[in-house]
């Protein structure tokens, strides 16, 4: 219970001291603080830790009634004071209110200060993030600018190599049909030589004979068949280069289709704005590496795909090459041998024309000499054998001897 006109922190109700005018007062100075507590106002946490100066005085200088000196216990208030005497034991004196007000002004201008400070280092801080945002934004449309730019480079590559292989592609499929529908085409002289050698096996007696223009028939037939095995043999390597070259075209149009994927979204990336539409926010994605190259290696894909479809091509200008050297070299090589078979043939049959227009001329006065009738000298009968006949005859079996 407190008593009227008295304080908690009074002296008489501390501890007991002597009473002395000669000791020197033991008053506790404020502590001020200058930092903000948010839960105290300032200057009313400290109103406790000192005490009324005007009734401590008052209060140490108290005369004992009865043995007439200092009192040396701690006296007891009355129950009752007088209304005089109350007005001297008020709690705090001007001095201690104007301190008060000064104390809530210095913590009123600390907290002010201490706010200033705080919303100066806010927008520094603000400042500082949208500036360091602002540069790396920056440089991200940058980095941004340069992957396209990239994927830009290596898409007009893999078009124009993409676009050669196909020409390729049609020139090697135009070359193949060509060596096909020549191995067909020689199925005709082939079988019109093969046809002349059956023919010929129809010849009899002494006119079968091995000469020149069945050399040249079976030469012939032999080169032909050779012309065909190696036009097909040829079309056979030119349809698995083809096969290849569609491997290098799947490649590329799988590799400009990746291009054409990652274009879109760096686009799509690059033309976002701070205030564009649709913008989400997805905690934690920067830490997801989804990524299975570096900029080198994504690089090195493409090149190695280009250089692949460059060496199909190579291969098929290689085979083009061979296939027209061999097309000259074939022609003229069944040309040259169609000539010799002809001259062959013209030779055997101007031969063939000499002895039959000299068997021709012999039978021709064979049969004059049968024509005319010569009578046997002998016994003047008719015969109609030749005069070599009709020696032989009249010497050794004609009935006249």
Same mark, same amino acid.
């Given at each position: 219970m407190e008593f009227l006109g008295t304080t908690q922190n009074a002296s008489y109700c501390g501890p007991r001291k002597t009473c002395s005018f000669n000791e020197p007062l033991d008053v506790q100075a404020p502590v001020m603080q200058e930092c903000y507590q948010p839960y105290y106002l300032p200057g009313y946490r400290y109103l406790n830790t000192w005490r009324p100066s005007?009734? $401590? @005085?008052? *209060?140490?200088?108290?005369?004992?009634?009865?043995?007439?000196?200092?009192? !040396?216990?701690? &006296? @007891?208030?009355? #129950?009752?004071?007088? %209304?005089?005497?109350?007005?001297? =034991?008020?709690?705090? %004196?001007? /001095?201690?209110?104007?301190?008060? /007000?000064?104390?809530?002004?210095?913590?009123?201008?600390?907290?002010?200060?201490?706010?200033?400070?705080?919303?100066?280092? %806010?927008?520094?801080?603000?400042q500082d993030k949208d500036q360091l945002t602002h540069q790396m934004q920056e440089g991200t449309c940058r980095n941004l600018g340069q992957r396209l730019s990239d994927i830009g480079f290596w898409k007009s590559e893999l078009n124009y190599e993409l676009e050669r292989l196909l020409n390729e592609n049609r020139g090697l499929d135009a070359i193949r049909k060509r060596l096909e529908c020549a191995a067909d085409e020689v199925n005709c002289p082939l079988q019109v030589a093969?046809?002349?050698?059956?023919?010929?096996?129809?010849?009899i007696g002494i006119d079968l004979v091995h000469d020149n223009v069945e050399k040249n028939l079976i030469q012939e037939v032999d080169l032909l068949k050779?012309?065909?095995? !190696?036009?097909?043999?040829?079309?056979?390597?030119?349809?698995? &280069?083809?096969?290849?070259?569609?491997?290098?075209? /799947?490649?590329l149009e799988r590799d400009l289709e990746d291009k054409n994927s990652a274009q879109f979204i760096d686009e799509k990336c690059f033309n976002l704005r701070n205030t564009s539409d649709c913008i989400s926010f997805f905690h934690g994605v920067?830490?997801?590496d989804g990524t299975i190259s570096v900029p080198e290696t994504w690089a090195k894909f493409s090149n190695d795909n280009i250089r692949h479809s460059q060496n199909m091509r190579a291969n098929s200008i290689r085979l083009q090459e061979e296939a027209?050297?061999? =097309?000259?070299?074939?022609?003229? &090589?069944?040309?040259?041998?169609? #000539?010799?078979?002809?001259?062959? =043939?013209?030779?055997?049959?101007?031969?063939?024309?000499?002895? @039959?227009?000299?068997? !021709?001329?012999?039978?021709?006065?064979? *049969? @004059?000499?049968?024509?005319?009738?010569?009578?046997?000298?002998?016994? $003047?009968?008719?015969? =109609?054998?030749?005069?070599?006949? &009709? $020696?032989?005859?009249?010497? %050794?079996?004609?009935?006249? /001897?």
């Open positions: 005007l009734f $401590h @005085k008052v *209060s140490t200088a108290q005369i004992c009634p009865e043995e007439g000196a200092t009192c !040396q216990g701690v &006296q @007891k208030p009355p #129950t009752i004071l007088p %209304s005089l005497r109350a007005g001297l =034991f008020c709690r705090y %004196s001007p /001095h201690d209110w104007d301190r008060s /007000h000064e104390m809530q002004m210095r913590g009123a201008e600390a907290s002010r200060l201490w706010a200033g400070r705080l919303i100066g280092d %806010s927008m520094r801080l603000m093969l046809e002349c050698l059956y023919h010929r096996e129809k010849r050779c012309c065909q095995e !190696q036009m097909r043999k040829l079309a056979q390597r030119i349809e698995i &280069q083809m096969r290849d070259n569609r491997d290098a075209q /799947h490649a920067e830490k997801v027209k050297n061999l =097309f000259e070299t074939l022609s003229d &090589q069944m040309w040259k041998q169609f #000539t010799n078979t002809n001259l062959a =043939f013209n030779a055997r049959i101007s031969e063939v024309t000499d002895v @039959k227009n000299k068997l !021709q001329m012999q039978l021709a006065k064979v *049969s @004059k000499r049968e024509a005319s009738q010569d009578r046997c000298p002998l016994c $003047h009968t008719l015969t =109609f054998l030749p005069w070599s006949q &009709q $020696h032989l005859a009249m010497l %050794s079996a004609h009935p006249c /001897h």
